[in-house]
């Protein structure tokens, strides 16, 4: 029975080659939310905190690519404390990081002003990810049982 089950050394590899996907799709929704939710007309609060979910989602799927072994807990916490981290940074002003803010990479990693309501964003977007990594991780299950 060795074909039915996965080699203990490719299963944080498939782990983390499926999180990375997860996280490609997650980053392209969350630009096309930033980029185009405003001429779509979608309300500014779907833009705004949307887009903070969808950072929040990110973080914990790249969190689990690089720590693939860690528990979805262990890695929701992680997550957890990135974002806590980076909004209350927003607190922090200095000329070159002010600077860096103003660009559109600092703008999307970091975000500009502080909000507490994006605290409320990066938790539901941290259950959101927790969620489609098990998602992911029942039907990888799958597939490697239907393997021959």
């Not at 990375?20 to 980053?27: E, P, R, T, Y």
């Not at 979608?42 to 860690?70: D, H, I, N, Q």
Request: hydrophobic share 60%; net charge positive.
């Amino acid at each position: 029975m060795h074909g039915a089950q996965p080699d203990k050394s490719v299963a944080p590899l498939r782990t983390s080659l499926i999180r990375a996907g997860l996280a490609l799709a997650v980053i392209a929704c969350g630009l096309s939310l930033r980029w185009y939710g405003f001429p779509l007309g979608l309300p500014a609060f779907v833009v705004k905190y949307g887009g903070s979910l969808l950072w929040a989602t990110m973080v914990l799927l790249l969190v689990g690519v690089l720590l693939p072994r860690l528990s979805q807990a262990q890695i929701a916490a992680i997550a957890a404390a990135i974002a806590i981290a980076v909004e209350f940074s927003r607190l922090v002003h200095t000329p070159w990081l002010d600077a860096f803010r103003l660009s559109t990479a600092g703008a999307l990693l970091l975000g500009r002003v502080f909000s507490l309501w994006n605290l409320v964003a990066y938790a539901i977007g941290i259950v959101f990810g927790v969620w489609i990594d098990r998602l992911a991780a029942m039907r990888s299950l799958v597939g490697w049982a239907k393997a021959p």
